[in-house]
């Protein structure tokens, strides 16, 4: 998969767990969780965490570090 590929797919996981019925998830949550697993797994190319790093400081979250 390409990197453009994994970020359009996690971009639809967000709109599904942001409308999963009866609960909420804040986005900068959501992201932030994605970030953390990425990181922890090792799943994570430069370019997509250069993405996710700047995606979570424009949600304002500013200590992404796992």
Known sequence: MRDRDVMNLL???EL???SVEGKRVAQK???LFIYNSM???LLMTE???KHLQYKLEALGVKNHRP
């Open 29 to 31: 949550d959501y992201w």
């Open 47 to 49: 370019v997509m965490e």
């Open 16 to 18: 599904y767990v942001l």
């Open 11 to 13: 971009d639809q996981i």
């Open 39 to 41: 990181k922890s797994g």
